[in-house]
């Protein structure tokens, strides 16, 4: 059954920006679940990939898990504490 409410809650469509200029600027980019992003994975993969062909760009992405070890720009290991995603644009250009 369901539960009836005194009204429909506020819309959080649009409430949240996300930093697609530098996440889709051609560098590698790793998103942390509960850091960059709030929804699921899967739902932040598919958000990406429809930025990246809003935008014109070729896009790859990797879903990883917490206790998968990943390496930095310095060159130093990290084991994610959380769940993530890797993205790259493959850009020929800058903005």
């Known amino acids: 059954m369901s539960i009836v409410l005194n009204e429909l809650s506020a819309s959080k469509r649009g409430q949240k920006s996300y930093d697609w200029d530098t996440w889709l600027d051609g560098r590698p980019h790793l998103l942390l679940q509960g850091e960059q992003f709030e929804c699921g994975i899967e739902s932040m993969r598919s958000m990406a990939f429809t930025r990246a062909v809003r935008v ?27 769940d993530g995603l890797e993205i790259q644009a493959k850009r020929t250009s800058a903005w």
Do not use: H, S
Request: aromatic letters at 0%; hydrophobic letters at 35%.
């Open 56 to 82: 014109g760009v070729p896009l790859q992405t990797r879903m990883k898990r917490a206790g998968d070890c990943v390496t930095q720009a310095n060159g130093q290991p990290l084991i994610l504490e959380r």
